[in-house]
């Protein structure tokens, strides 16, 4: 398809001055978005868990052609539901060619436009604009100023071209007027400064700005969205009021409700296909990634105003199939299967992303991570294994049974340890791995049962991996006293 590059070639087209010159950015959103409602077409494909909530209060902000704010704690998705809005504009839009703020060719607000327009007539230019192109996003910190956001007078400009100052032609635009016929995203809205937000709330609401004290005319036309930290937007004076009052609607995101929610996210971000060998995530190692978020989500020791990232899950998977994949390396295995320590050795990938209380702080970043990874073992074992009978595997143990598994062990060798265990493997079936499944998974799934049996204290496991009887209460002293290391032994983490 060729598009007309000229005015007057425009002009008889199907984007013509009829249908393009009213037609702003949210009638077009609006417009945009009636048709895939009248088609059943998916409005946000990929964004899991918000069809019932954030889906159906977004899609009535577009309607009402509403400025909007996503208020949300972080790794909820929000930038991504923001730029995810592009889908719902036009493939192409006509502007006058060589226009900083994409002037719409039948109105352009811009002097330079306006002279051109008059001295080329019919034969002005036309581009166009992709709908990333139409996409402008900000972090907003306290040290944007006017001239990031809206604009600059340029004085060489002003002294070459003679124009007096505050003509147009001396302003070098900022980042909104250069969404103008687009979409403009703020993120982190309160952290704008209280002048910069009056410049924002003059644009939106009268279409001019004061630049370094001179009054220049910018009838924008932006649909603007916004994302906050929720306790930072309604907390007194972080916005002010004028602005608050025109942001048309407040929609609150929200963590996955349910743990297959979880994984289904994780799963869809994670960056699981990679060369080399075959690889088969175990479905309780997803869910023990899940359920760390779920837990440090509830947890006292963690900060519950910036909230746990989505990103939790999906980096510490990425650092589990990489555990994973370095063992099946290092012993020449063919499917890459990984287990319930490859979570512990993902401990870098889970720390980073926790904002600690004080109590938190005083036990250590490394600390809370064990434990969290602790108690999401023992809730995913629960779902398998309660009711299940044990007691013949805890007592292999209570009878001295010792067997080491650690994170780097070959599959097959510890496989052979394993089946020592009586009353263990023909329990796997329960998450439906049997004798004939590959080795690699087989021992992934006793492992997940001795740390289950672990978590519940039912079992004891020291600094070596070795799992061993668990610690009655009477002979705690006796035992420490016993298993007391010399100094010198380098020492793996406690997991
Ligand atoms: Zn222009």
Known sequence: MSFPRTLGEL??????????????????????????????TPIFPGIVGYEDTVVPQIVNAILSRHNFILLG???????????????????????????????????????????????????????????????VEKLATPDVTIADLIGDIDPIKAARGGHELSSELTVHYGLLPRAN?????????????????????????????????????????????????PEDYTARGKIITPLKDRIGSEIRTHYPATVEEG???????????????????????REVIERIAFAAREDKKIDKRSGVSQRLPISCIENVISNAE?????????????????????????????????????KGADFVGRELIRSAIAKTYDQYFSGANLQQVVQWFELGGEIQILDDSAASEVLQSLRKIQGLMDKLTRINVGPKDAAEAQVSAAEFVLEGLHAHKRIGRNEERIFTAGEKPVKIAEKTFEREEGPYRPRRPLN
């Open 181 to 229: 016929r687009g979409i403009f995203a703020i993120n982190e809205l309160p952290d704008l400064a209280g002048k910069i937000q009056v410049g924002l709330f003059n644009i939106m609401q009268e279409g001019d700005v004061q630049i370094k004290g001179y009054p220049v005319r910018l009838p924008l036309d932006v649909a603007l969205v916004f994302s906050a930290n």
């Open 326 to 362: 370095r063992r099946a390396i290092e012993h020449s295995e063919k499917v890459v299967v990984p287990r319930v320590s490859d979570i512990y050795a993902a401990l870098p990938a889970i720390t980073g992303k926790l904002e600690l209380e004080y109590e938190g702080e005083m």
């Open 11 to 40: 002009r008889r087209s199907s984007f013509s001055e009829e249908r393009l010159l009213d037609r702003h950015v949210k009638d077009e959103l609006r417009e945009n978005l009636i048709e895939r409602l009248r088609t059943n």
């Open 263 to 285: 994984i289904t996210i994780t799963t869809q971000e994670a960056w699981a296909e990679r060369d080399g060998n075959e690889l088969s995530i175990p479905k309780y190692v």
């Open 73 to 135: 704690l972080r790794g909820q998705a929000k930038s991504r539901i923001l730029r995810a809005l592009t889908s719902l504009l036009d493939p192409h839009l006509p502007y006058v060619a060589g226009c900083d703020i994409h002037d719409n060719p039948y109105a352009p607000i811009c002097r330079r436009c306006r002279d051109r327009i008059g001295e080329c007539g019919e034969a002005t230019a036309i581009a166009y604009l992709t709908p990333e192109e139409r996409y």
